[in-house]
């Protein structure tokens, strides 16, 4: 079955520490997206990579980084800079790279909650 | 480069109707529409493409005005599991897409 996963599904973070969001793929596509979604809000657009090893920042980066060392993974760090963390993150793909009109599939997303 | 949506909510009785628009103030190439219940991902509904055109499928289709830069999506004869956020993605050169704030839609019995 393919899809995105993404762990946890809940994750509390302490003061001052960096915390690290999974997301994967086995759907064989080549871009990945990170986004972040507040109460009542839209997504915001963090950061995306359309390969392996490439990834550029959104609208919201500061305070985040991420890397992509694989095709199937795109974790995501929440710094101890980035001072509002809470929200719900959403992690997605498409098929991505040098093609328009790429639809994009979600995964279930994480919680992040600050203690 | 967010898109604008309009309107913020709507509430509806099942078998009533409803419009959701997004615009634009930049060039778009592709416009997405998804649905999302409540603490769950987003689902995938339809993408218009640049050229303008419309497309559905059952009682839920969109329309796409490349001039106007805008979209909007047609809720014809609602029924209770169309309730959710509604969200445009628009698209505006390769792989960059920003989402709307999102239409809450509230159908009711």
């Known amino acids: 079955d393919g899809g995105i996963t993404q762990s946890p599904k809940y994750l509390f973070r302490k003061e001052g520490q960096n915390v690290t969001l999974s997301c994967e793929q086995n759907?064989?596509?080549?871009?990945m997206y990170w986004y972040r979604q507040d109460p009542g809000q839209g997504l915001r657009l963090i950061y995306y990579?359309?390969?392996?090893?490439?990834?550029q920042k959104g609208d919201i980066a500061e305070g985040y980084s991420v890397s992509r060392e694989k095709k199937e993974s795109f974790p995501l760090t929440v710094t101890s800079a980035q001072k509002n963390p809470t929200a719900f993150y959403l992690c997605?793909?498409?098929?991505?790279?040098?093609?328009?009109?790429?639809?994009?599939?979600f995964g279930p997303g994480t919680r992040l909650l600050v203690l | 480069q967010q898109p604008v949506q309009s309107p913020q909510a709507v509430i509806l009785r099942e078998g009533e109707d409803a419009v959701i628009n997004c615009s634009s103030s930049?060039?778009?190439?592709?416009v997405h529409w998804y649905r999302q219940k409540h603490g769950e991902a987003p689902i995938f509904l339809m993408i218009?493409?640049?050229?303008?055109e419309q497309k559905g499928h059952d009682k839920i289709s969109a329309s796409f005005n490349e001039k106007k830069q805008q979209s909007s999506l047609y809720l014809t004869a609602s029924q209770l599991s169309y309730s959710g956020t509604y969200f445009c993605?628009?698209?505006?050169?390769?792989?960059?897409?920003?989402f709307g704030a999102g239409t809450r839609l509230t159908v009711k019995p």
């Open positions: 759907l064989n596509h080549d871009a």
């Open positions: 990579s359309q390969i392996v090893n490439d990834f």
């Open positions: 997605a793909s498409s098929m991505g790279a040098g093609a328009y009109q790429e639809t994009q599939y």
């Open positions: 993605g628009t698209e505006y050169n390769n792989n960059d897409m920003r």
């Open positions: 930049k060039a778009l190439y592709s």
């Open positions: 218009l493409l640049k050229g303008g």
